[in-house]
Each structure stands twice: as structure tokens, then as C-alpha cells.
């Protein structure tokens, strides 16, 4: 058995099938920190400026962050056991469906998602997500992706709480051909052909891949396909320059400067649907009449891309004094977000302000073995205890559909 094999071996006895998680951090040199990720207002550069903010913090993490420059394991989640640490792909890749399941270790060998919350003072640039096929042609996966605004998280919408989202029903395809040509000319003015929806805390939104957004300054999270690729179609943002790299980064070489095939890569009719808010809006939707019991479980990301479950995500809230024993039918990452207790015998405290480089008692991952038995949640504070967790591809056959919360 390997030293990696017999850490996590040794950290699941001991945490009952669960694993103690530590902060995971990530910069984006193209955006600006909306600082509300609970960093000390000292470290959202704390690897450098030329890095860029920190404005992102993964969770259950196996995915590494695509950005230039950065480590080898940037992006990895780390479990921390006995005073050492181990990256969970690791874990995984020596203990395989111990953790994950034999579905999803036997389809995919690796977990094949994770989540984020991302948290910028303005929007993103508009863009889109490769699919499969389009991301295999550069050795990558393609990223389908969710949305959801925690209200712990958003006391404050910063800049600009809205996402421009699809295109308007009747743009044409060279009317963003001709946005593209136009990208050294200043504004291309492709947010001329989109619409922005107002962003609402406590709700979320599921997007495929290949449909273009422009997320806005809401702290989001966002369970999503394992993969950090995209294409940046617009040319400025807030009156800052985006390169052109980063809109042909994840596309073929030979196509960089061949704005037609850009603009096909677009899943037109995802884009131009007159129903889009109908199609992709998500929210919560209750787990049964649970209140009296002091908890509530609901559902926060649902529905399938292209026929498929690729993840889902649940907020689970438990009532001060309250001790309830939730079982899932998959293995799932947890980060809480308000809040303390304990998650099985392992304890939990939402943290006012965090070191970078240090320790947090906020995240775990949740075996599928120990999630399908029962883990036993207890609010010992006196406020909720509130959290977060998300599930792999094809875990919860039950999961609601689009639209289902009207119901």
C-alpha cells in the first residue's frame, strides 16, 4: 500500500468515512476580487500580483485551474490528516470506489466534478464553455456548468449583479462574426445582442456548455464538469482590454483567427431560445415537510444537460440545538456556510476571516458508502447551521427537473 493509500486509509477510520478538507484557493489574473471569500483583506494577493486577485475557492477538487503560471497542483483539493496532507485526486486514484462509488470510479476512474464559489467586484467577460467533442481537440473536457447565489454569502452585490445570458432571438451569426472582427476596435459590443437577467440570492441558474455568459458580482456557486476551459467573446469588460488568447485559448490553433469557426462553435439554438429564463432558471425546491424536525434539506441544483444528470446540489439547514441524520444516495463534497456543529464526529465552524495557508474547519468530503449509511449532522451554536454540497454525475436519480420548483 502506498504512503497516500494508507493516509487516506487512516483519515477515513478515523473520520468516519469522512475526510477533513482544506482551503483551496485560486486567482484569476484577468479579474478583480470582490472580497467577500472571507480572506484577509492582506492575502487576496497573497501570490502576487502578477498572479492576479484570488477571487475563487474550489471545493472536492481533483480539477486543476488552467492558469498561466501557476503550480502543478493549483486548484487540487487537499485532505489533511495527522498532521499531513495529501491532494484528494491522489486519494481517489489509490482508493478509487472506497470513495466515490463503483459507478462513478467504474465510468470515469477520477471524480469528474467539482465546485467553486467565484466572487468578482464586476461581471465576467461573455463567454462560453467547449463541449466534449470541441475540447477533446485540445487533450481537454468539455464544462457544462450550475449556478447558485448563497444569501450567506451576498449581503453585498458589488458592481453588477446581473448576467447577460444566450443571445437575443434573432441575432444572426455574423452579427457576432462581426462583434469578433471588431475586437481591436475597443467594445466589440456583443452585450449589444444579449439580455441581462437581475441575479437573485437563493436562487441559480443550470447552463450548458457552448452557451454564452457573462456571470455578474454575485458570490456564486457553482457545482460544474471537471475542466477549466472557455472562450472569452467579448473585448472589454468595465473598460479593461480581455485578450484575444483568451477567447482561442481552448480552441484549435490553426482556427485562432478564423472567426466563423468561432462562432459555430456557439450551440445556436441554446443561445437565440426565446424560452431561455424557463429552461435553465433554477429554485430551491424543499426535500419534504421537514421543518418540525428542526432541518431542511432542498434542492438547489437540478436538472440534466443534453439527457444527462452531470451534477447536482443540495443546501441542507439545521436548527440551533437540532441533530439530524441525512442519507444520500452518492459520495459529495460539503462546505458550510453559516454556522457550527459537527458532521459525524468531525467539527464544523463557519469562519469570520481566514489566513491564506491556513487551516478551516468548514470542508469535507463525504464518502459514497458513509453518505448512502447516514451522516449525522448537529447545530451545537445558536444559529443556523448551514451548508452546501454537491454530487457527482448520474448520484441522485431523484433530483427534480427544470421547472419543478412551479409545481
Known amino acids: 500500500m502506498s504512503n497516500v493509500a494508507k493516509l487516506a486509509a487512516d483519515a477515513l477510520t478515523e ?6 478538507l482544506s482551503p483551496t484557493w485560486v486567482p484569476r489574473s484577468f479579474l478583480q476580487p470582490g472580497r467577500r471569500l472571507k480572506l484577509h483583506p492582506n ?29 502543478d497542483d493549483e486548484g487540487l483539493s487537499y485532505c489533511v490528516f495527522g498532521g499531513e496532507k495529501f491532494t484528494l485526486r491522489d486519494a481517489i486514484s489509490e482508493l478509487g470506489a472506497e470513495i466515490i462509488g463503483d459507478t462513478i ?24 464553455h467547449q463541449n466534449a467533442e470541441q475540447a477533446a481537440k485540445v487533450g481537454q473536457e468539455g464544462k457544462p456548468e450550475s449556478y447558485y ?7 453585498i452585490g458589488n458592481n453588477f449583479p446581473y448576467t447577460f445570458m444566450g443571445l437575443e432571438p434573432g441575432t444572426t451569426k455574423q452579427d457576432v462574426i462581426d462583434c ?50 472557455f472562450g472569452m467573446y467579448q473585448s472589454m469588460v468595465e473598460g479593461r482590454a480581455v485578450p484575444r488568447s ?3 485559448k481552448d480552441f484549435p490553433e490553426d482556427k485562432h483567427d478564423d472567426n466563423e469557426y468561432l462562432v459555430e462553435a456557439l450551440d445556436w439554438e441554446a443561445n437565440v431560445d426565446p424560452n431561455f429564463k424557463d429552461n435553465n432558471y433554477l429554485e430551491p425546491i424543499a426535500i419534504g415537510d421537514t421543518a418540525a424536525d428542526g432541518y431542511v434539506d432542498r434542492w438547489i441544483v437540478y436538472g440534466k444537460v443534453k439527457g444527462e444528470q452531470l451534477f447536482t446540489a443540495k443546501e441542507l439547514t439545521v436548527d440551533p440545538g437540532a441533530k439530524v441524520t441525512i442519507k444520500d444516495t452518492g459520495a459529495y463534497s460539503w462546505i458550510t456556510v453559516q454556522g ?23 470542508e469535507v468530503f463525504v464518502t459514497e458508502k458513509t453518505a448512502q449509511a447516514g451522516v449525522t449532522i448537529e447545530n451545537t451554536g445558536s444559529e443556523p447551521l448551514v451548508s452546501l454540497r454537491y454530487f457527482g454525475p448520474d448520484a441522485c436519480p431523484s433530483a427534480p427537473n427544470i421547472g419543478d420548483y412551479r409545481k
Request: hydrophobic share 35%; with cysteine; proline share 8%.
Open 15 to 20: 473520520g468516519g468515512g469522512i475526510f477533513r
Open 43 to 71: 492575502d487576496y494577493y497573497a501570490l502576487g500580483t502578477h498572479r492576479g486577485g484570488i477571487d475563487e475557492r474550489w471545493f472536492g477538487s481533483t480539477t486543476v485551474a488552467a492558469n498561466e503560471g501557476a503550480p
Open 105 to 128: 470510479w467504474g465510468k470515469y476512474n477520477r471524480w469528474p466534478v467539482y465546485s467553486k464559489f467565484f466572487d468578482n467586484m464586476g461581471p465576467i467577460p461573455h463567454h462560453m
Open 149 to 155: 447565489f448563497p444569501p450567506q454569502m451576498n449581503a
Open 180 to 229: 469578433l472582427d471588431r475586437w481591436n476596435d475597443g467594445d466589440n459590443g456583443i452585450l449589444d445582442l444579449s439580455k441581462a437577467y437581475r441575479l437573485k440570492p437563493g436562487t441559480g441558474w443550470l447552463i450548458p456548455p457552448c452557451v454564452l455568459h457573462a456571470p455578474g458580482s454575485l458570490v456564486t456557486y457553482e457545482p460544474q464538469w471537471g475542466s477549466d476551459v
Open 246 to 248: 483568451l477567447l482561442t
Open 340 to 362: 457550527e456543529g459537527s458532521i459525524g464526529n468531525l467539527r464544523l465552524q463557519t469562519p469570520a476571516m481566514i489566513r491564506f495557508g491556513e487551516m478551516t474547519e468548514d
